[in-house]
């Protein structure tokens, strides 16, 4: 069987990065043949393993931004409200919520809800949570989702009321899942390392690099429909700790995982795909693909420089030959169909032109080398594996136009802890659940947002993008909200703080034992509450 070839050769340095995949998938496949097993004996028939690519920096919510302590704290802890299929939000342990004037909210809380510990959820609570985003109880990046709160308080036992600095229409979608978790009342900064939640599935245990373990919360007081006759709900989840895709598709193939989402190759989810003991889910997704630049550094300070690089890439080629058309090229950071989106027509575009980025770098004063080298730029990775192969090809893409691009990968706390300290001339990450609010140009591009107060970590600072920011985050009507947030893309694409790449797929691999698979389009893993076992 001839291993597929993903890269097509017409893209300069498509040979070697087709030499390097190809042999990968041979690997894995001898290995596979060799090597495969059945589950480990410790397993309990309730019990599923799944793979991640990388310890969660915090699972507590107010804390964790990357992906793995959203998709993971999301199991732990409940949200007010909760984000559909179409990213309306929903009553979750809110039941319903008023706005009594432009500057108040009330939010009226579920009764029966109980943390993993026994204790009653109350607004007293949920007042502490908001509250501890805003007072300095916590260093966190979060914080700046809550900058317009005054302050939150419990008018009685069930009834939630936010008192506002100024009127602010992103504070319920960041009250959503993935976002945002209610915990105890008087809980530290060190809630992380035991967090006690309201959710689904209950934190057991947890070592750094290794795994995570969860168990599910009989007392949840969502009701998950019954499994099929003979079938077991799933009981307990280890999460294990993965960074290689080689080895997690290997996992699944011996049976020693169950479950991997987002975390393989389209190339190692195309040879799963043949087997018969591997079930893979394909939906549509949310998560975008980003490549953000240090613009402090001197460069990059130039638009024209980011600008190049823009053009130097082909994301249409990538789109097809990596992801295997499993991907959509993206041109903003929100999902495509949102309401707040601008199309195309609306922003400036910076389709795969070799000789424009030519000419920017020309004009920029980067003039071609005897060795045709214009500049050299590093770029900031983590380990993981579809990004790894992303930079290779982006470092022969942007070799065209006179670019020498530096790869420099790391495993995730170490890049992340680079990354959020400005020590990167350009790195790659994806934004998964927030870019589904318009917000995010806040939390991403506002000057207020450098970290640790938000995501602004290329330390983009525009002061007309940031008056816009703050009338859409005040304008109740949405027409006129998608007037100014069009605005603010266009500014963004022309000043190009980050390059949009593309959304990927959700691809959930499986082995067959584990049914009832409903994925979501953010990627979330809240199947797990309704799986079964067979």
């Known amino acids: 069987m001839t291993p597929p070839v993903f890269f097509a050769s017409r893209h300069v340095g498509a040979k070697k990065a087709r030499r390097f995949v190809s042999s990968c998938s041979w690997l894995l496949l001898f290995i596979c043949f060799v090597l495969a097993g059945c589950r480990s004996q410790n397993d309990t028939p309730g019990t599923v393993v799944m793979v991640i690519e990388s310890s969660p920096n915090n699972l507590d919510l107010r804390q964790g931004t990357d992906a793995q302590s959203a998709r993971l704290g999301s199991l732990i802890f409940d949200s007010l409200v909760r984000k559909d299929e179409h990213y309306n939000l929903r ?182 795909r043949r087997d018969p003991n591997l079930q893979v889910e394909t939906g549509l997704g949310s998560q975008a693909f980003y490549l953000t630049f240090n613009v402090t550094d001197p460069l990059l300070k130039d638009k024209r420089v980011r600008q190049a690089v823009a053009c130097a890439i082909d994301r249409q080629a990538i789109v097809h030959d990596l992801w295997r058309d499993q991907a959509r090229v993206a041109n903003t950071l929100l999902p495509i169909g949102h309401w707040a ?128 920011l703050s009338a859409a985050a005040s304008e109740t009507d949405q027409q006129k909200r998608r007037v100014e947030y069009i605005e603010v893309q266009q500014i963004l694409a022309e000043d190009l703080p980050s390059i949009p790449l593309w959304y990927p797929n959700n691809e959930v691999v499986h082995t067959r034992r584990v049914q009832g698979i409903r994925q979501r389009g953010s990627g979330s893993f809240e199947f797990l509450r309704d799986a079964w076992v067979q």
């Open 341 to 468: 989106a601008a199309n195309e027509s609306e922003m400036v575009q910076y389709p795969h032109d070799v000789a424009r980025a030519q000419h920017l770098l020309d004009e920029a004063g980067f003039h071609a080398g005897k060795d045709g080298v214009r500049l050299t730029i590093t770029l900031k990775t983590s380990t993981d594996e579809s990004t790894r192969l992303m930079a290779m090809v982006l470092q022969q893409q942007l070799r065209t136009a006179g670019i020498r691009l530096n790869i420099r990968s790391a495993e995730f706390g170490t890049f992340y802890s680079d990354v959020t300290r400005g020590a990167f001339q350009m790195y790659a990450l994806k934004w998964i659940d927030s870019n589904e609010d318009p917000d995010i140009f806040h939390y991403a591009y506002a000057t207020e947002s450098f970290p640790p107060r938000g995501g602004n970590r290329g330390r983009y600072s525009n002061p007309k993008l940031d008056a816009l």
């Open 91 to 272: 009553p979750w342990l809110a039941t319903s919520w008023e706005q009594p004037d432009a500057l108040t909210w009330v939010f009226h809380l579920r009764d029966g809800v109980y943390f993993h510990n026994g204790k009653p959820l109350t607004a007293d609570d949920v007042a502490y949570t908001i509250n501890s985003l805003i007072d300095g109880t916590l260093v966190t990046g979060k914080s700046g989702n809550f900058a317009s709160v005054l302050k939150a308080e419990a008018r009685d036992r069930l009834t939630v009321v936010v008192h506002m600095k100024r009127p602010d229409e992103g504070l319920l979608f960041n009250m959503s899942d993935g976002l945002f978790g209610v915990v105890p009342s008087g809980t530290g900064s060190d809630f992380g390392l035991h967090p006690i939640g309201t959710g689904p599935f209950e934190f057991v245990s947890a070592v750094q690099d290794k795994d995570v373990i969860l168990k599910r919360n009989p007392n949840y007081w969502m009701q998950s429909p019954p499994p099929p006759a003979g079938a077991h709900r799933v009981e307990q989840v280890r999460f294990e700790v993965v960074p290689d895709a080689i080895t997690s598709a290997l996992e699944l193939q011996k049976g020693s995982a169950d479950l991997a989402s987002n975390v393989l190759t389209l190339d190692m989810v195309h040879q799963l």
